[in-house]
C-alpha cells in the first residue's frame, strides 16, 4: 500500500488532501523502513502503543485467522507475497514479523481542516484495503461538495 501511495502521491495531493501514514511501530524501526524501502513523499508517523489504533476502532485479528489467511496465501501465490528479494527488506519484514504488532488491522481516515472525520475504511483483514482510486474518488467526491 505505501508503494501505491507514493507512486500516485501527487494524484492524491492534487485533490487538496494532505497524506499522512501512522503505524503501530517504534520511530527506530521507521528509521530502518524508511531507508530500506523509502524514500517516501510524506510524512510516516509512529503509534507503537496503538492508542490511535484503538480509539479509532482498528481491529485485531485474531492470530489463529491471521495464520490460517497467511498459510492460505503462502500456498496458493508463494513466499514472494510476504517476503521481498532485497536481502536489506527481507531481513527488515522478518523482524517486524517477530517483534510488532502484525494483528492489528490498519484503515484509511479523510479528516477535513478541523480534524472532523468526513470518511473512514477501517480493514477487516490485510486483503482489505481501501484502494488508492477508492480513495481518489472519494477525495474527488468531498473537493466538489466543499
Known amino acids: 500500500m505505501l508503494t ?3 507512486e500516485r502521491y501527487q494524484v ?8 499522512v501514514v501512522i503505524t503501530p511501530s517504534i520511530g527506530l524501526f521507521l528509521e530502518k523502513f524508511v531507508l530500506a524501502f523509502g524514500p517516501f513523499p510524506f510524512p510516516i508517523y509512529g503509534d507503537p ?13 485474531s492470530k489463529w485467522k491471521l495464520l490460517y489467511k497467511a498459510g492460505k496465501t503462502f500456498i496458493t501465490q508463494g513466499p514472494g507475497k510476504f517476503l521481498p528479494d532485497d536481502i ?3 531481513q527488515l519484514v522478518q523482524e517486524a514479523m517477530k517483534t510488532h504488532d502484525i494483528f492489528i488491522q490498519g484503515g484509511a481516515w479523510l479528516f477535513d481542516d478541523n480534524g472532523k472525520i468526513i470518511w473512514n475504511h477501517i480493514d477487516s483483514s ?8 477508492e480513495l481518489l474518488s472519494v477525495m474527488k467526491r468531498l473537493s466538489m461538495s466543499s
Not at 492524491?12 to 497524506?19: A, K, P, S
Not at 502503543?49 to 476502532?57: A, F
Not at 490485510?126 to 482510486?133: K, S, Y
Request: net charge negative.
Open 126 to 133: 490485510p486483503e482489505d484495503h481501501a484502494t488508492i482510486d
Open 49 to 61: 502503543k496503538r492508542e490511535l489504533y484503538q480509539q479509532l476502532g482498528h481491529n485485531t485479528m
Open 12 to 19: 492524491l495531493m492534487d485533490t487538496g488532501f494532505q497524506v
Open 88 to 90: 536489506e527488506q527481507k
Open 4 to 6: 501505491q501511495l507514493r
